[in-house]
């Protein structure tokens, strides 16, 4: 059985960083594609970037050359470090892993913020 468990979010000012982390367990290897996305309220979930198991990453948009993913593939970890936060970033975070067949999630982290 998979789990996904992210850690890291909360409250910051605008402009400042947070790092997310998720922790993965079970049958999750370095083919899976692992990722973040984020729901603000009201909003559809959206990918904010995602990383192979290569190492090839994949940006939104919105947060392109202000947020880096990696992983580890041995500790089955992925991070997301973010910085120059924007309100606009506040949202729930949510870790996933996928391949072809497979897509897991997390339970998500709220990332909230203030201007």
């Known amino acids: 059985q998979v789990q996904l468990v992210e850690s890291g979010g909360g409250l910051v000012q605008a402009g400042g960083s947070l790092r997310l982390s998720c922790a993965a367990s079970?049958?999750?290897?370095?083919?899976?594609?692992m990722g973040w996305y984020r729901q603000a309220p009201g909003k559809p979930r959206e990918l904010v970037a995602d990383?192979?198991?290569?190492?090839?990453?994949n940006y939104a948009d919105s947060v392109k050359g202000r947020f880096t993913i990696s992983r580890d593939n041995a500790k089955k970890t992925v991070n997301l470090q973010m910085n120059s936060l924007k309100p606009d970033d506040t949202a729930v975070y949510y870790c996933?892993?996928?391949?072809?067949?497979?897509?897991?999630w997390g339970q998500g982290t709220q990332v909230t913020v203030s201007s």
């Open positions: 996933n892993a996928r391949t072809y067949q497979e897509n897991y």
């Open positions: 079970g049958s999750i290897f370095s083919w899976h594609t």
């Open positions: 990383i192979t198991g290569g190492g090839s990453t």
